[in-house]
């Protein structure tokens, strides 16, 4: 079975202090991962995904992911944070033999970027 | 830019009632998607949907949870009876290479 951790439930930045928010996985196979952000009272927005290739993946609004297959992570940063980046951000894990490509979800990381 | 759209966004019933929640996946996708979030947790998988029949569901996906593509654009999940734990916000999904779109979610309420 497939899983995501996410360690921790809430992270807080200043604006323009760089961001991390961490997601650990387990999948039986290679993995498909995925960052979604959910804003309040908004569906989820896809941001970024490693499907394959170069480990550094670079999604919208100038966020990044590092896949690390050693450690099993995909931690998403960012170099410089908005206030408006404070949102819910979920890791997401799929295992690419899957034939149905559901996905699997953390429970998400609150991220407040103080002014 | 295309979007997965869902309606209501909003639907209050009361127990024992049956509701319907539609969705409108974006054209060119194939592979549909129904996932819940009850408040405060994670997003869980209910059902995947491709070719006009149900390709994977989960445990939650029970006897009282039906899904069906009526006319080629809207795709709906019923719940014939619902029951308080039911209570959540509702996501469809629509697949295009390999990432799943998500619509803005129906928050479902029941009393």
């Known amino acids: 079975a497939q899983s995501v951790a996410q360690p921790e439930d809430q992270v807080n930045v200043a604006e323009g202090n760089p961001l991390t928010v961490k997601c650990t996985y387990s999948v039986s196979g290679n993995p498909y991962l995925f960052w979604y952000v959910q804003y309040p009272n908004r569906g989820l927005q896809f941001l970024l995904k490693y499907i394959t290739g170069d480990n550094l993946v670079k999604g919208s609004y100038g966020f990044e992911a590092e896949f690390n297959k050693s450690q099993t992570s995909f931690h998403l940063k960012k170099p410089s944070a908005l206030v408006s980046d404070s949102a819910l951000y979920f890791c997401?894990?799929?295992?690419?033999?899957?034939?149905?490509?559901?996905?699997?979800f953390g429970k998400g990381t609150l991220l407040t970027v103080n002014p | 830019e295309p979007e997965v759209t869902q309606t209501p966004s909003h639907q209050v019933t009361q127990m024992g009632q049956e509701v319907i929640l539609r969705c409108v996946p974006i054209?060119?996708?194939?592979?549909f998607y129904w996932y819940r979030q009850i408040l405060g947790q994670k997003v869980e998988f209910l059902v995947s949907?491709?070719?006009?029949?149900?390709?994977?569901k989960s445990e939650i996906f029970d006897d009282q949870f039906s899904v069906e593509r009526p006319d080629g654009s809207n795709f709906t999940l019923k719940i014939r009876s619902t029951k308080l734990e039911d209570s959540a916000m509702y996501f469809c999904?629509?697949?295009?290479?390999?990432?799943?779109?998500f619509g803005p979610g129906t928050r479902l309420t029941v009393l």
């Open positions: 949907f491709y070719n006009n029949e149900i390709s994977e």
């Open positions: 054209s060119n996708h194939l592979y």
């Open positions: 999904a629509s697949l295009l290479s390999d990432t799943q779109y």
């Open positions: 997401a894990v799929r295992d690419r033999g899957g034939s149905n490509y559901k996905l699997t």
